[in-house]
């Protein structure tokens, strides 16, 4: 699942800064929609790297074999 969060960070990251460019280069509506949709994408962005960062304090937690 770790590897899997991995993906989900790095889509969320690509899409964050399509979506922030997108809102630079437009006007109106559609530049306010993407930097809405961005702001969004950042939270999620957030929220997955807790995740990991707690995945990765269990692991180090673990006793090694």
Known sequence: IEETLWVALRM???RR???ATIAKTKTGAEARSAAERAKD???HIERIRALLRVTDAANEQ???D
């Open 17 to 19: 800064n399509l979506l």
């Open 12 to 14: 969320f990251e690509e």
């Open 62 to 64: 673990e006793p090694a």
């Open 41 to 43: 994408s950042a939270l």
